[in-house]
């Protein structure tokens, strides 16, 4: 996905957000968003990729921080909320009366964990009201729904995650991708950036034990890049019989390239640029293939 007018004025107000995470002192908050409107001058084109601009900003602001994870309690706290919904959320799989409906529930429930998400302009995350939300959501299910003609392709899955919290529920679909006999490849980000997970959440949520193997995007990069992958991801990438990307930059990422195999973006359109590229409604929760 390309940049768009709309998304300076977003990346910049989550620059500030992450900084005022890391510090209280307004000069150092003042650094970190001058640093990212650098990066992001130099950066900045209508033929560029949104999550590429993304990453040259954020970095660009953490290195001004001189902070590498200024989200890292606000994750500790989305998983522990996630950890909280979770007998709600199985419960709800368990009712299910077969195994593709069971996954279509897991699936869904695991895109309603994408609300997990801060700094994300005009976008506000219900932690204290999340379980109540985890029902009304999973009540109307989803807006664009294709999870049923993935179903014929889960062989070898590769499975790209998104944020912490979100990264919970994303548990309860890779145990019904394996009853359903399925080959598990989970992907987190090499290292901290914004919200998403990385190997340290994998390990410490016991997701590792419900795949074959876990890689990473080999560095922190916004989505991912395929230029900074490490030869294992690219190999897995393209000899999966299904790719399922989770949440906004991992779409934004791959969306710019031509996979030779089936991508299954699972997400809460969250802001109205990723919206229109979708051709959905802002808010809406999109389980779209694309062959």
Sequence with gaps: M????????????????????????????????????????????????????????????????GCDDPYAEIKRMCNATALRALPTAERLIEQAPSPEERLRRALLLATIGNAFDFGVAGFEVPHERFERELLERCRRGFDVDHTAEMVPLLEDVVYLTDNCGEVVLDALVLRELKSMGARITLVVKGAPIITDATLEDVHALGLDAHVDSVLTTGSNAIGVCLEEAPPELVRALDNASLVIAKGMANYESLSEHTLRVPVGYFMMAKCDVVAKSLGVQRGMLVAMLVQ
């Design 2 to 65: 390309r940049m768009e007018s709309q998304c300076i004025e977003c990346l910049i107000s989550r620059v500030r957000y992450e900084a005022m995470l890391a510090s209280t002192d307004d000069e150092v908050v003042f650094s970190a968003c001058e640093a990212a409107l650098r990066a992001m001058c130099e950066a900045l084109s209508h033929t560029r990729c949104s999550a590429s601009v993304a990453t040259m900003v954020h970095r660009a602001a953490y290195d001004a921080l």
